[in-house]
Structure formats: structure tokens, C-alpha cells
């Protein structure tokens, strides 16, 4: 029998960040806070990994946030309510660990807000502090902050034109929250790799734990394929299946950053080329994808 994924709701939230809820039944009954799915928009398709932000048993759907930074998720911003995904593969990589009666900090930047919601979440569940950090550009490009208040015991926001909550980097309020020696016990990042580096080099400095949860080129999500390889401490680890959550201290960073541009002239052809021919809304509509 053939599956497809109907999209059942579309928000454009911010800058070319978009809300989909997307009809998955045999991947919401097995996911877990801190997993993604793999998806592909039509046959032959790219396979793009994408954080599960949110589930509903009772409806059987996911909710995604997909920011749109190249030709995949450019195409699938185009999408419309009542469209179809090909595929939608998951839930993947190992669950977010977590322990009891700690104070939880959790640091979202970009589309790493929506993957920290779950996790802030879970922490909550089991009793937690939950203080969470998000940041972006400027307010408008602040996404979830009703959902992450709701399961927040406190969320400090962070733009770095200073138009919504404090001036600068999720790391200038993590930054004084440490040294004011506010009790943290456990800090989790995700966002762009840069802003996981800067949160993992500074909560090393205080000894603080650090989870991120990294995101590198995948391809297969099943640990066969090796392109989602990155160095943890001594090691080689693969992201889609010893992680995506790893210690912040002793990820290999740069390494990750070198591997990610890795396709960037292919990347950059591609968008140019889809960009050409899909020009006109006649030619988006009907162009064969
Ligand atoms: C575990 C994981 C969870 C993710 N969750 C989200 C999410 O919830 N929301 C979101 O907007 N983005 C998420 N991403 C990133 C998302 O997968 C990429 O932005 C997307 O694949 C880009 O595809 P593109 O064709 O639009 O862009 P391209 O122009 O092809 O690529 C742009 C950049 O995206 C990255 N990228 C490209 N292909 C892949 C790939 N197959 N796997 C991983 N990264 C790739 C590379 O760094 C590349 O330079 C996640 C990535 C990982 C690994
Ligand atoms: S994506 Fe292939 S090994 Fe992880």
C-alpha cells in the first residue's frame, strides 16, 4: 500500500520560517523528545533530516519547523495545505536523556527553539526547573515563545539588534546567568553550529554539563551511510545513531563546520538552477520536481 503524508496545517511564521502539521501516524507512536524524521517532498527527492518539534497521539500528526535556506526546504516552502510529502521516515537518532531533579537550561536558537520544545518538555514532566533561552535576529524572528512559555518555568529572550528581551547572544543571558552563579546543573544548545560552540565554550569554563545536539549532513539516518560522522572526545560517532545529542565538550566543532560546507558549490548550483526555472508561479506550479 502506498503512504503518502498529507500537510493538514501551514503557518508562515518569520522570515522563511514555516509551522507544518503533517498527518504521520506510524511515526507518532514511537516518538520521543530529542528524535527527527527524515523526509522527502516527492520520488528521487533529497532526503532532509528534520527535528520532530511536537506530536498529537489523538490526531496522529507531527508538527515540523522548517526554516528555508536551500532548494529542499525552499521547495517545501512552496507546499500548501492539502499537499503531499513522499516520505516520512523516523523517528530516528536516540531519545534526549533525561535526569531528575535537576535546574534544566535549554538555549534555542533559529529552528533550534522548536527542537528544544520537546525536551524542555520531558524535563518538565519528570519535575525539572525549565528555564529556556531563545534567540534570533530580531523579535519577529522569535517562534514558539507562547509554547515554550507554557512549559517553561522561565523563558529569557535574546535578539541581536536588541528589538525583544536583552541585546546580544543567547550566550550574553547564559553568560550572566553563570556568573551570577544562577543554579544550573544542565545545559542543552541547539541551533546553528556556531552558537552550540559558544555555549559549550562557556559553560566549560564553569564546569557546567552540556548536551548539543548537532546536526550534520545526513543521508540514510541508519548509521550505513557514514556522511553524518563527527568526532566526540577520542571517537567517531554518527549522529543519526549515537545521537544527535552529544557532551557540548568535547564535540569537534570546527571539523563539523568544514564537513556541513562540504557540498556548498553543489548546494549553491542547485538553488541557482531551481531558482531559473521556477521563476514564474506558472513554472512553480507545474515545474516536475
Ligand atoms: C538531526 C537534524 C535535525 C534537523 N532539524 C531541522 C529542523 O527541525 N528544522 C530545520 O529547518 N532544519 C533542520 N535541520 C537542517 C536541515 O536538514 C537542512 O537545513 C536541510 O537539509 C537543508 O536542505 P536544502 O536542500 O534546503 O539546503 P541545501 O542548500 O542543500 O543545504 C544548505 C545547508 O543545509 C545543510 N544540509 C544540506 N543537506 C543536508 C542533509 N541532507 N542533512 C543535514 N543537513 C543538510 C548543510 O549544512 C548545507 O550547507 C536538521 C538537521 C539535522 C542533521
Ligand atoms: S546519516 Fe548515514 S550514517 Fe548517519
Sequence with gaps: MLTVYPILEKNDLASKVYRYVIAAPDIVKKAKAGQFVILRLHEGGERIPI?????????????????AIGKTTTMMSMLKVGDFLTDVVGPFGLPSHVEKGKT???????????????????????????????????KEMIIMEDEMRAISDEVRIATDDGSYGTKGFVTTILKSMLEHKEPVDVVLAIGPVIMMKAVSDLTKQYGV?????????????????????????????FACVDGPEFDGHAVDFNLLMARQKMY??????????????????????TAAW
Design 51 to 67: 527535528t520532530l518539534a511536537d506530536w498529537d497521539m489523538q490526531r496522529g500528526t507531527v508538527t515540523l519547523y522548517v526554516q
Design 104 to 138: 534544566f537550561v535549554a538555549v534555542g536558537g533559529g529552528f533550534g527553539i522548536a527542537a528544544i520544545h520537546p525536551i524542555v518538555r520531558a524535563n518538565k514532566l519528570v519535575g525539572n526547573k525549565t528555564i529556556s533561552i531563545i534567540g534570533a535576529r530580531s
Design 209 to 237: 554539563k552540556t548536551l548539543v545536539s548537532l546536526n550534520p549532513i545526513m543521508m540514510d539516518g541508519t548509521g550505513m551511510c557514514g556522511a553524518c560522522r563527527v568526532i566526540v572526545g577520542d571517537t567517531m560517532q
Design 264 to 285: 556548498s558549490p553543489q548546494e549553491k548550483i542547485s538553488m541557482e538552477i531551481f531558482e531559473k526555472t521556477c521563476r514564474t508561479q506558472e513554472h512553480r506550479e
